[in-house]
């Protein structure tokens, strides 16, 4: 058995990565921590769990969390890198939901999160763990940064257009639309029912600190410099992100939407989890909810020049919690599929 740590676990990242482990038959869940809620039981605080998960919330202990074979941060930006160091020298391996390793620019990193790093000697090793590009290293990793929500769903979205050239990489724009899970468990009152409910909003217009990540991984793919425009916006949901994402087909380029989806599905056809839709397909965010999977359909509306797709996650799966279940499954040497085999929810 898998013995796992889990730093920062009542959030609703940290309790739907809960709810995955208690489930997985290679895990052993050793300890999961809160300063907060430290003695309580973790049932008690997320009923859900009872009856599949019999422990306390204990505060972090260096040394208890050094007794596991791998250690995953379910905390706020900033966090990991406070104890990485430490765990990765006592041989434990690391995954960070955060984005404390997610950006190797330390610079433009420290811009956009306001924070200096505390573990920069660790940024260069760690491997961004989207799976869908980087499994090979992933595999022989010790610290992996697990992808964004935002970023998970853009990217998956443009890469097989990256990977084929068919467009062009200065004019990409990613509309993309998340529940309000995806801004955290902490009271807010932009998040209150009476705020969310029932409207829509645009936010981080002028600039949303998942651009340069996605960016990042978008141009190591294209081998170019990369021109997107991203437009997060707060719908009233509770759960998923729905990213209607364009691109601009170069004009020597004359593929016709037939030839476009089966880029796509030649790409994803050995991905457990990126499902390619039908041609004609308009994926739902409800498909998705509590499930590891990203849903995408591909479009040239009226066989123009704009070639657009859909993509539907769940945030706090495929987008969090399930995609750092996939990175332990890959690193540990286990059946990628291995513990996330949950069909999504309907209603």
Request: charged letters at 20%; glycine letters at 8%.
């Amino acid at each position: 058995m898998i013995k796992v740590g889990i730093v920062g676990g009542t959030g609703y990242t940290g309790v739907e990565l809960l709810r995955l482990l208690a489930m997985h038959p290679r895990v052993s869940l050793q300890c999961v921590t809160s300063r907060s809620e430290s003695g309580r039981m973790v049932s008690d605080l997320y009923p859900n769990l009872r009856g599949h998960l019999d422990l306390p919330f204990t505060t972090p202990d260096l040394s208890q969390l050094s007794k596991c074979d791998v250690v995953f941060f379910a905390t706020p930006n900033g966090v990991a890198m406070q104890s990485a160091n430490d765990l990765l020298n006592a041989g434990v391996k690391v995954i960070d939901l955060a984005a404390d390793f997610r950006i190797k620019d330390l610079e433009l990193w420290s811009r956009w999160y306001g924070l200096e790093h505390a573990c920069p000697d660790r940024v260069a090793e760690a491997v961004y763990g989207l799976p869908e590009v980087n499994r090979e290293k992933i595999r022989s990793a010790q610290l992996v940064a697990c992808p964004g929500c935002y970023p998970t769903a853009v990217q998956l979205g443009f890469l097989p257009l990256l990977e084929h050239g068919l467009v062009h990489t200065d004019l990409l724009i990613a509309d993309v639309k998340s529940g309000v899970s995806g801004a955290g468990r902490q009271a807010n009152v932009s998040t209150l029912l009476c705020e969310a409910s029932e409207s829509i909003k645009a936010y981080g217009v002028a600039g949303h600190r998942h651009l340069p990540e996605i960016t990042q991984g978008l141009e190591e793919v294209s081998k170019n410099l990369i021109g997107l425009t991203f437009v997060p916006h707060l719908t009233p949901m509770i759960r998923g992100i729905h990213g209607t994402l364009y691109a601009v087909i170069k004009p020597e380029i004359k593929h016709n939407e037939q030839d476009i989806y089966e880029i796509f599905r030649e790409r994803y056809k050995s991905e457990p989890f990126v499902d390619v839709m039908p041609l004609g397909s308009e994926p739902e965010t409800r498909s998705v909810k509590g499930a590891n999977t990203c849903r995408l359909a591909v479009y040239k509306p009226a066989n123009a020049k704009t070639i657009v797709v859909l993509s539907v996650i769940d945030n706090l799966v495929k987008g969090a919690a399930g995609q750092a279940v996939q990175n332990l499954n890959l690193m540990f040497g286990l059946d990628e599929s291995e513990g996330l085999g949950q069909v999504a929810l309907l209603p």
